[in-house]
């Protein structure tokens, strides 16, 4: 092969290594790509205010529930009909449908959600009603940042979904642009699994076992 293709050869793997080292951890990924998906469907829910501890969110695996932002300035405003999960300054966390101009969010220099969950993942989707402007996700393994993943969306309540080759136990979610609020919906997972029994479990269960096993002698 001539020296010139060689090198030509050479740089161009060199710069599809670049390329693949250069992309973050966090992609965006299909529902098909999780294994066991479990949503949080906010649909079945009343309206109203709802407390960041409710079993509706602990049951899932939501363990902190927080939001930021510094005055009321949004409004509920987009159509839509579909109920989600809203923060407001005066109520807190309520429940309610996009497009019921009834309170004002807590929006001014962007609404910030955070989510602390029971467990490591590697999967997540949620949809962001009311909003019309791109997100920043902030993904983190306790206090370690694992990627700031900043996407262009709409407002839909329809999911989107993202990969991580990183795991993760939190996510913070904000609003790009300032006086822009928005809700969360479809919030998905990967289902939690049931632990695998532990070394003194499995050694109880086949002593157990054994004993069954044994043939009783009449006296």
Sequence with gaps: MP??????????????????????????IDLTDFVNPTVLDFESQSNGAIAATDPLFTSFGITSLTATGTSDADIYSEGGGTRALFYSEQT???????????????????????LVFNRLLNRIGFGTP??????????????????????????????????????????????????????LDNITLEAA?????????????????????????RR
Excluded: C
């Excluded at 020296?3 to 965006?28: C, E, K």
């Excluded at 966390?93 to 910030?112: C, I, K, N, Q, V």
């Excluded at 306790?142 to 993202?162: A, C």
């Design 92 to 114: 807190g966390f309520l429940l309610d449908e996009s497009g019921r101009p009834e309170l004002p969010m807590f929006a001014t220099d962007g609404l910030s959600y955070t």
């Design 193 to 217: 699994t049931a632990p695998a029994p532990g070394p003194a479990a499995l050694l109880g269960l086949g002593l157990l076992a054994l004993s069954f096993g044994k043939p009783w002698r």
């Design 3 to 28: 020296t010139v293709a060689i090198r030509t050869a050479v740089l161009t793997v060199l710069a599809t290594l670049s390329s693949v080292s250069a992309a973050g951890p966090v992609q965006i």
């Design 130 to 183: 009311d909003h019309g402007a791109g997100i920043d996700i902030e993904f983190r393994n306790g206090t370690t940042l694992v990627e700031n993943f900043t996407q262009g969306r709409g407002s839909n309540s329809s999911p989107t979904f993202y990969g991580s080759s990183v795991a993760f136990d939190r996510i913070t979610v904000s609003s790009t642009t300032p006086g822009l609020g928005f809700g």
